[in-house]
């Protein structure tokens, strides 16, 4: 999959768009209002905070790993960093994170706004227990300038979740 989209101009269309896809996407559910869209970036975890004036933590960040030949996603609390040996006793392989140049073509969406939602069929989604400390949490929509404040619930629903997982630390 990495491979087949590598260097494609497809990519950077899909890219482009991601922000509309993820739109229809909530759209669908009836939620799409609940978007926010800023004037300014939200690519960090840092930068969505200070857009949408909450702390760090609450930034639920979509991490992107290399598994093989496939990827896997994982979504953690802004605070948190994953922990190489509890990543490696789960998925069995040590963490390597995806670089910017394949994140794309492997998620659809572009670095700085990479989310949990309208991701390629066969990417799995694995929520962080860092998050379970918060009612609610702001992933990204598609964009770097984008959020949508979910509850725990909700996440775990649009973003088709696989699976809990303990893979992070220095959270709590």
């Known amino acids: 999959m990495l491979q087949l989209l590598k260097g494609n101009v497809f ?3 899909i890219g482009s768009m991601a922000i509309e896809r993820v739109r229809d996407f909530f759209n669908s559910h ?13 690519a960090t975890v840092e930068l969505a905070a200070q857009a949408l004036g909450c702390e760090a933590k609450r930034i639920a960040k979509t ?3 290399l598994n093989g ?8 609390a802004g ?3 994953i922990d190489n040996v509890k990543f490696k006793a789960r998925f069995g392989i040590k963490p390597k994170m995806l670089d910017a140049e394949h994140v794309l073509a492997a998620t659809g969406h572009e670095v700085g706004g990479v989310c949990p939602f309208v991701i390629p069929e066969g990417v799995p989604v694995y929520l962080d227990v860092s998050l379970q400390r918060f009612v609610t949490v702001f992933p990204a929509c598609g964009s770097n300038n984008s959020a ?6 909700e996440l775990q629903t649009y973003a088709d979740t696989t699976a809990w997982v303990d893979v992070c630390k220095n959270w709590d």
């Open 11 to 13: 990519c950077a269309k």
């Open 30 to 42: 009836g939620i799409a209002d609940r978007i926010l869209e800023f004037p300014v970036s939200s």
């Open 63 to 65: 991490l992107s790993f």
């Open 69 to 76: 030949e496939s990827v896997v996603l994982v979504v953690a």
């Open 79 to 81: 605070d948190a960093r």
């Open 148 to 153: 949508i404040e979910l509850t725990l619930a």
